[in-house]
T-cell receptor
């Protein structure tokens, strides 16, 4: 069974400060993990993914994520937050055989000026 | 050009009616999906098709019937609409990576269905 958990419904940070949006996973086999962002009244947009290789994955808009096998985590990070980063963020895992993505419940990020 | 497009964007209808949502992708992807996002923003997969073949069919009422006339199109027809069907429905597509399906999802902009 595949599942991901986003323990925080809401994350608030000040513009210019680093941000972290947390995700933990529980998967059988190799984990394939993704981050997506959803702006209001829009579809989800892909940010980055971990399939294999380096534990630090770089993605769109200056975001990166660190895969940590021992902690079963895949936290999303950005060194300096922008107001325009305010959105809903989803962590997801994929069952590669079935092609089924399972999404976390989402974390609303608010960046204040 | 929009990669994944769905129509209509908004749909308001009465209980008991039948409605359809259409989706088209011009990315050449092999797999297409329907997701439902409820009022709490939770996302759940409903169906997926790979090259016109049904791959995933979650526990969705029989009133929901997907149809894929070709691999670029996946439509969703809903019979006898109920209040609980009100949600935003997202179409998505992905490209298989060899024998594994590890491709990221490309989403449409969503179709907001309101059942009165």
């Amino acid at each position: 069974a595949q599942s991901v958990a986003q323990p925080e419904d809401q994350v608030n940070v000040a513009e210019g400060n680093p941000l972290t949006v947390k995700c933990t996973y529980s998967v059988s086999g190799n984990p394939y993990l993704f981050w997506y962002v959803q702006y209001p009244n829009r579809g989800l947009q892909f940010l980055l993914k971990y399939i294999t290789g380096d534990n630090l994955v770089k993605g769109s808009y200056g975001f990166e994520a660190e895969f940590n096998k021992s902690q079963t985590s895949f936290h999303l990070k950005k060194p300096s937050a922008l107001v325009s980063d305010s959105a809903l963020y989803f962590c997801a895992s994929i069952n590669t055989n079935a092609g089924k993505s399972t999404f976390g419940d989402g974390t609303t990020l608010t960046v204040k000026p | 050009d929009t990669a994944v497009s769905q129509t209509p964007k908004y749909l308001v209808t009465q209980m008991g009616n039948d409605k359809s949502i259409k989706c088209e992708q011009n990315l050449g992807h092999d797999t297409m999906y329907w997701y439902k996002q409820d009022s709490k923003k939770f996302l759940k997969i409903m169906f997926s098709y790979n090259n016109k073949e049904l791959i995933i069919n979650e526990t969705v009422p029989n009133r929901f019937s997907p149809k894929s006339p070709d691999k670029a199109h996946l439509n969703l027809h809903i019979n006898s609409l109920e209040l609980g069907d009100s949600a935003v429905y997202f179409c998505a597509s992905s490209q298989d990576q060899g024998t594994l399906n590890t491709g990221e999802l490309f989403f449409g902009e969503g179709s907001r269905l309101t059942v009165l």
